[in-house]
């Protein structure tokens, strides 16, 4: 099914059932990004390990680590 045909469909719900699927949808993005927030975590711990994550306070050293 075409996104603008799942809209359409969408719109077409009652008042009851379209504040339904927004809760689903604002539950599945907050998990979502849950998930990536543990993913990111668990990469910075495993560079922080093999030593390849650096610190710095300088600017001018941030500026080059970009």
Known sequence: ???NKIIERIYSLSLEDRLEIKNLLEH???DS???EIADNY???KEEYKSG???FSSN???LK???
Do not use: P, T
């Open 42 to 44: 668990k990469k910075s």
């Open 64 to 66: 080059e680590m970009l």
């Open 59 to 61: 600017v001018s050293e």
């Open 1 to 3: 099914m075409q996104f």
């Open 52 to 54: 390849n994550l650096k």
């Open 28 to 30: 599945n993005i907050a």
């Open 33 to 35: 990004r849950r998930n």
